[in-house]
């Protein structure tokens, strides 16, 4: 299950279920020049005229459904209700990393129990946590904050309809800012209904879930010419 821009009660709330994935779009209102939207405009832009927000907070649960703000019983109840029903599909996630160049490569491997008609996109994104900026609404560290997309909001479109389907891979590279606390990081893969926005399954992994690149030292490639 995934949720979208979150209200400080569904914050606390959503920490204490590690089955829900969430990812936290911001925006150019109510704070002008907040440092999360102007790090990556366009993609946060795109992404509130996708799920066509217009209040802040707003939630937006597995895509489509928005429960009412400020209440963590309604939150608990559209929860129970969506994790009852079952997915049609599996997401594998997995991939490397390369400490000293900050970039890697993650493959999703889509698995569909049946045919699934429709225009489907795999979406891999970054999110980046515990990150301590002091913020006009009240909140001191923030989680789960939206970086960038891998390679951009499109996604990959994927065919999962037809007749003995294989499984669909993805492979994509991504590249660290700088800027960015690596052992705070995660990539999050979305696989999304395009007509409905609604999300079918979706997977996150941490950097250090990743297999590390091992460096290369010049001695070890002149003993491989030896």
């Not at 209102?29 to 102007?38: A, E, L, S």
């Not at 900050?102 to 045919?115: D, I, L, P, Q, Y």
Request: with cysteine.
């Amino acid at each position: 299950m995934s949720c979208g821009v979150v209200d400080p009660p569904l914050k606390a709330w959503a920490l204490a279920k590690p089955d829900v994935l969430v990812i936290e779009y911001h925006t150019w209102w109510p704070f002008v020049g907040d440092p999360f939207y102007q790090a990556n405009e366009a993609e946060a832009r795109d992404r509130v005229f996708y799920y066509n927000i217009v209040t802040l907070p707003s939630i937006q649960f597995d895509g489509t459904h928005s429960p009412p703000l400020l209440d963590p019983a309604s939150y608990e109840s559209l929860y129970q209700q969506r994790k009852a029903l079952a997915s049609s599909a599996l997401i594998e996630f997995g991939g490397s990393y390369d400490a000293s160049t900050r970039s890697g490569e993650v493959t999703a491997t889509v698995t569909t129990e049946s045919s699934l008609p429709g225009d489907w996109r795999l979406r891999i994104a970054i999110i980046e946590s515990s990150i301590d900026l002091p913020a006009p609404n009240g909140i001191l560290t923030h989680d789960d904050i939206f970086r960038r997309f891998v390679p951009d909001h499109q996604g990959t479109a994927i065919r999962l309809s037809g007749p003995l389907l294989d499984p669909v891979v993805v492979t994509r590279v991504f590249q660290l800012d700088s800027s960015w606390e690596v052992s705070n990081i995660k990539l999050v893969a979305l696989l999304q209904q395009e007509d409905s926005h609604e999300i079918e399954q979706n997977v996150q992994i941490g950097i250090d879930e990743l297999v590390p690149v091992e460096p290369t030292t010049w001695g070890s490639i002149k003993a491989s010419f030896r």
